[in-house]
Antibody
Framework: EVQLVESGGGLVQPGRSLKLSCVAS????????MNWIRQAPGKGLEWVAY????????YYAETVKGRFTISRDNAKNTLYLQMTSLRSEDTALYYC?????????????WGQGVMVTVSS | DIQMTQSPSLLSASVGDRVTLSCKAS??????LAWYQQKLGEAPKLLIY???SLQTGIPSRFSGSGYGTDFTLTISSLQPEDVATYFC????????FGAGTKLELK
């Protein structure tokens, strides 16, 4: 069974940093591109970042480019999102989601999400 | 950026009804469209990909159609467990989602 379990969320002040993790199981993690997608309270979904299976290709939404860094450790079956210079508009439920070999693909499995609240 | 517009934003229907949800892209996305179901407090679940391909394990009452800019998700006979918000997602050029259609029971 494919499982994606996020962690690392919490309450953080504006301008500070936070690192999210997503542990994958039930599939060969190193074969798949992975994504972070977020959902602000009561709002729709926003794609945040993509990393290819071997970390060769990385893409970000314009709203987080230069502030967020996606990375992965295939030996640990873990996806990361390092978030810096956090803003109130980054408050959201952050999901990790499995993609395919390119950024242009659908997301077939999602984690349950981890909440990030940016507030003073 | 490609904009995705879903309608209606809220839909009330009865058990057994045939339900149709619409999603329009601001430019052609060919067949690069997915549909997700999100129940309250849960993660989104993939229903349809490539506009009309049913994801494994999804009931056959769900179907997708369309090409280019106009797409439809159809539930042939609404069940109580189908109460959820439904999102469309284009992946032709980066990734953008529609704002969702909330489906409730009448």
């Amino acid at each position: 069974e494919v499982q994606l379990v996020e962690s690392g969320g919490g309450l953080v002040q504006p301008g500070r940093s936070l690192k999210l993790s997503c542990v994958a199981s039930g599939f060969t993690f190193s074969n798949y591109g992975m994504n972070w997608i977020r959902q602000a309270p009561g709002k729709g979904l926003e794609w945040v970042a993509y990393i290819s299976s071997g970390s060769s290709y990385i893409y970000y939404a314009e709203t987080v480019k230069g502030r967020f860094t996606i990375s992965r450790d295939n030996a640990k079956n873990t996806l990361y999102l390092q978030m810096t210079s956090l803003r109130s508009e980054d408050t959201a439920l952050y999901y990790c989601a499995r993609g395919l070999t390119t950024v242009a693909t659908y997301f077939d499995y999602w984690g349950q999400g981890v909440m990030v609240t940016v507030s003073s | 950026d490609i904009q995705m517009t879903q309608s209606p934003s809220l839909l009330s229907a009865s058990v057994g009804d045939r339900v149709t949800l619409s999603c329009k892209a601001s430019q052609s996305i060919y067949s690069s469209l997915a549909w997700y179901q999100q129940k309250l407090g849960e993660a989104p679940k993939l229903l349809i990909y490539s506009a009309n391909s049913l994801q494994t394990g999804i009931p056959s009452r769900f179907s997708g159609s369309g090409y280019g800019t106009d797409f439809t998700l159809t539930i042939s006979s609404l069940q109580p467990e189908d109460v959820a918000t439904y999102f469309c997602h284009q992946y032709y050029s980066w990734n953008t989602f529609g704002a969702g259609t909330k489906l409730e029971l009448k």
